[in-house]
Structures are given as C-alpha cells and as structure tokens.
C-alpha cells in the first residue's frame, strides 16, 4: 500500500476500507507519511467526504493511535460531555457538579481556546494554584475524593488527531463534517467514556454556522457512537450570540459562580440543564424519568447549594484556591475600562457571537496563535442580549483588561470597533434566538 494511491483513489471519489485508512492513520502517528501528502489527502476529503463506515474507521484508528484511558475500576457509567465550541460558553464548570451531585463520576478532558472560541481548561487555569495536568494514573484517586476531575488532554491521547488538527488548521481543511466528526469523536472514545452528550453550536460563533451542517454534524458523530457501541445525543444549540453575559476567562468564572449560587442568565440556565439532564438520562440515575423530571432535579441542586459545595470541592481537590465565602480566588481581577451606551432607543437585533469572540480575543482574552498568553482578566460583558429592549443611553457593553499585562490601546480600539459592528438595534420588536435548537439520540 503506498500513500499515493489513497489520496488518489480519494480524490477521484473512491471508497476507503479499513486497512487503508488504518495504514494512513499509522503513518501520520509514526510520521512516516510527510505533511505535503498527509495536507493532499485532507484537501481530498475535504472535497469527496467520507462514508460513515470510512468516518468510523477513521475515528476509530485515530482513538487507538495513542493510550486509550482505561476508566473500568470506576463504578459506575461515565458520561463525557464535550461542545463544539462558542462564545462564553461556560457550561462545563456549571454541569460538572451537578452532575457529579447526583454520583456520576464525570471525568472531564477539556481543551485550550484558540482564536474567538475559549477553552475549559483556561477557565479553570484563572482560578489560583489549580491544576489541569491530572495524570491517567490519578484519576480514580481524584474521582473517589470528589466524585469528578478536570484535566487536559494528554499528548499520548489520540496523538494522531493532535497532528491532523494542527495540519488543517494551516491547509484550510478544518470545516469538513468528516474530518471534525472523527477528530471529536475519537477524543471522547480514546477519553474511557461509557456514554457521550455533545453539545453542537450552530451560529455565528461556532463551526457549523448553519442548522443543516449541525445537523450533518450531529448525525455523523452518533453514527460513529453506534459502529464503537457507545450511546450519544447530540444537543444542538444556538451560538448566534454569545452564552450568557460573560465573555473572558475570569468573568465567565464570576457567571459560573452566579449561576451556582441560583443567579445568572436564563439561557446559559436552559444549556446546563438540557445537557445535564440528558447525561442523567443515559445513567441510571435517569431510568424512568422523564426529561422534564431531571431537568428539575438538577434545577434543584442548584437551589439546594449543593452543586456549588461540589464545584468548591472540585477546585479544591486540583490544588485551586478559595474565599473564606467558597468563591474561587482568581489569578487576576478584570478591570472595566471602558462601557458603551446605546445610541438609540429600541431592540437588540444582533449581538453577533463571532465578532464579540474576535473583540475579546483582541482585548487580550484569547489567543490568535498557541504560543499567545492569556489575559484572564481579559473580555467583555454584554449587558443587553438579542431581543432585549434597550433605551438611549443604557449600558450596552463593558471592556475589561487584566492588571497584569494589558493590551495596547490600538488593540482597544479595534475591539471597540468590532464591539459596535456586533451590536445592531432595531425598532421593532425582537425575539430572542431559542437556546436549544434540537435535542438528537442515537
Ligand atoms: N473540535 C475538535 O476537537 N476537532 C475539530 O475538528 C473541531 C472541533
């Protein structure tokens, strides 16, 4: 077999069988095919697609490319959960200690943020003394002391994909359903999960900009989740604008920490319960449930405080630091440099979610390349979100910077200006986009 002949046989449509695409996957792994081939045949499927056979495979491959976490001396099913990635999407940290509330072991491997999408793991890093490199071997100690962990993916997790993906993100092949199936997929399968929810955004802010591709999206993963034998729902949700108020790495913790004391935002509310829920549901815990039932349950764990003990508990077991009062101590403190006013009275239409992701990233919140260092008092809170009625002279949007190490004033600026491009205001009224846009099982 000769790499050659796969990306031709690719580029002129054929199908790939299993040992061909296993033949690929090892000579990424053990970079015995250079990159100048391994870009070709991504431009191929990028443009021919994949079967759901040949996905499966690949996905398949890719999880056994690396270790593969052996999470069996945890009772119990495990549920992983993972997004597509958004803006001040901040679900993680919020549905971590719920769910682990009600004793499912959550063991959670996140990512970094790049480009206008943040990333778990720099969340939790704005906390003081916590730890996100929890090594395989700790995993069952961390989940008996506190019932759930936090870690970043290792190197040896799914080696290939790290690869592949670092190769697309500079051959212009990222957008294709296959390759991004495949790539999130094997994560959670090389992960040890038992059962996977997956949160696919669609907007503006997110990968899949349109309902049609989410849905593709969705279909492909849980076609891969039934070839492996793993249970997955795919819950799709809406990233036209940003989740919640919050944008940036310690004030989306201020939102996680309000959120768990009962306060916050109704939408971010709506996409911690529906993706707790249905992680219940593929437990025990949810047998003879209904889904509105869970729903409350986890609403009700909220109310009780017990969710936000546990998220105190899960700091405190990875080394992080907390306030006499059980809030996080933070790394930085984000200060206000600068609110927006509307100019007119009327309704927010748009609060464009990729261009408040760029404006933060340019404040200092995000990263454009990986070797960037974050601001984590970095970002932006959206006082008004679509649909909201909005008077002249309101509170529109609020800029924040680090005291560490902020941005130049010419980086304000141009965040400035793609604040103002974000926000759109109309004279009539107008309704809010729905959270939830589809709630699919396997
Ligand atoms: N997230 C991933 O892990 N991989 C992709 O290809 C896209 C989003």
Redesign the pocket.
Known sequence: MNMLELIEKKRDGGVLDREEIEFFVSGVTDRSIPDYQISAFLMAVLWKGMTDQETADLTIAMSRSGKICDLSDIPGTKVDK?S??GVGDKVTPILLPIVASFGIPCVKLS?RGLGFTGGTIDKFESIEGFNTSVDPSDFKNKIDKCGMLLGGQTADLAPC?KYL?AL?DVTGT?PSIP??AS??MS?KIAGGADAIVLDVTCGSGA?MKDTDSAKELARRMISIGKLAGKPVTVVMSSMKQPLGEMVGNILEMYEVVSVLQGHGKEDVKKVVLTMASEMLALTDVGKGKTKQELMAACEEKIRSGEAFERFGELILSQGGMLQPDGTPVFVDRPVDIMTVYADKSGYVSSCDALTVGEASCLLGAGRMTKEDVIDMGAGIRLHKKIGDKVSRGEELFTMYVGTKNPVSDDRVDEALFKMNDAYEISDSPVTPPDEILEVISS
Do not use: C, M
């Open positions: 993972h597509t990635g990512g994909d993906y697309r990222v390759l991004i790539s999130i994560k990968f």
